[in-house]
């Protein structure tokens, strides 16, 4: 984050000081000036929000005020609202006399989330199998297929988009309002999550998705519902273990 003297503050030793640029030692892709119709700070949070997400901008990054002007064409005042609703959301760590950092999930966080998750989808699921219409069934089974083509491009991104847009589309299909406003409270953080492990569950998540969909095409609820906890619990487990192979990889290194 910068002061008043457009100065940048040194990172502490609970933060890491990366430019925008040197991300995962790649350069990162120059991006278009957003369009200015809507609120600024609107868009602006939208896109540092999907960066997080995405993982363009990892945990215990800092975060740099003019740096991410720069990057998205705009100045800094939209960033630092944009930054401050982040904060207040939990997605930003504002620190004193430091700045910006993006949050670190703890490991409690990540499990209370991704718990919840699986009982509302879960639910989510064995609705859809009751009232799916062919069209519904149809519309999954083509989203089922950009997932595998994102498999087969091996692209982190596309795949996390391709999850969510079949969760969701399961999620619309129960009929629940109240379900759906529920689940997608929660959205963002479950891609947040679910991005480091995309290629990880890979064939395995997609195979399971083939076979919830046939549960749900077939009208079977009970089968669809147990799948669907299974399925989210596989990716809660993949997600800790991802988690501790990481410490264990700091531990000897």
């Known amino acids: ?98 700045g910006a950092f993006v949050h670190v999930p703890t490991e409690e966080e990540a499990d209370q989330l991704l718990s919840t998750r699986t009982l509302l989808e879960a639910e989510s699921a064995r609705l859809a199998a009751k009232l799916a219409t062919p069209e519904q069934i149809e519309r999954l089974k083509e989203l089922q297929s950009v997932g595998e083509q994102a498999l087969s491009d091996d692209s982190q991104v596309a795949l996390v988009a391709a999850n969510a847009a079949l969760h969701a589309h399961v999620v619309e299909m129960s009929g629940n309002k109240v379900l759906a406003q529920l689940i997608a409270m929660v959205d963002r953080r479950v891609r947040w999550y679910y991005s480091p492990i995309a290629r990880t569950r890979g064939r395995e998540a997609w195979d399971e998705h ?20 299974r399925h989210t619990e596989r990716t809660r487990e993949s997600y800790h273990q991802r988690r501790k192979d990481g410490e264990e990889q700091d531990a000897a290194s």
């Open 1 to 98: 984050m910068t002061d008043r003297r457009g100065t940048t503050s040194p990172a502490g030793a609970n933060g890491r000081r990366r430019s925008l640029g040197a991300a995962r030692g790649e350069p990162r892709a120059a991006r278009q000036p957003l369009e200015r119709p809507a609120p600024l700070r609107e868009a602006v949070y939208d896109v540092i929000a999907e960066m997080i997400i995405n993982r363009e901008l990892q945990p215990g990054e800092h975060l740099v005020e003019n740096e991410l002007a720069a990057h998205l064409g705009v100045s800094r005042q939209p960033v630092r609202e944009a930054l401050q609703r982040l904060h207040n959301e939990g997605w930003v760590d504002l620190r004193p006399a430091l």
């Open 210 to 229: 083939a076979l919830l969909i046939e549960m749900i095409a077939t009208g079977n609820s009970r089968r669809a519902g147990e799948l669907m906890r």
